[in-house]
């Protein structure tokens, strides 16, 4: 089954605005650290932002940082990356992941994925 769901991804234009939701199904995502990840065709899989379970902690990539942020809300069972200053460098499938090891870049600590969701920055 489905344990995460991705949505509001889409085409923008470079300077342009997203933001993306992570819905989650059976899983309770306070129980977890969140991450986002994106991968471009042709490239591995890219480490963006994360954050831990009480939301005191975010981490991002050096690509993203101060354009980028993330952020949950426990009622909701959802966790959003709020893209913002987009450039074509950015255009992507996003997907939302969580970890039970805590807020980290590291791969193998996220069990479970969204679908993802498609990002496209024109120029």
Not at 11 to 21: C, D, F
Not at 33 to 46: F, S, V
Request: charged share 15%; proline share 2%.
């Amino acid at each position: 089954q489905v344990l995460l769901v991705e949505s509001g991804g889409g085409l923008v234009q470079a300077g342009g605005s997203l933001r993306l939701s992570c819905a989650a199904s059976v899983l309770t995502l306070s129980s977890y650290a969140m991450g986002w990840w994106r991968q471009a065709p042709g490239k591995e899989r890219e480490f963006v932002a994360t954050i831990n379970s009480n939301s005191k902690s975010t981490y991002y990539s050096d690509s993203v940082k101060g354009r980028f942020t993330i952020s949950r809300d426990s009622a909701k069972n959802t966790v959003y990356l709020q893209m913002n200053s987009l450039k074509p460098e950015d255009t992507a499938v996003y997907y939302c992941a969580a970890s039970s090891h805590g807020a980290t870049r590291e791969y193998k600590a996220y069990a479970y994925w969204g679908q993802g969701t498609q990002v496209t920055v024109s120029s």
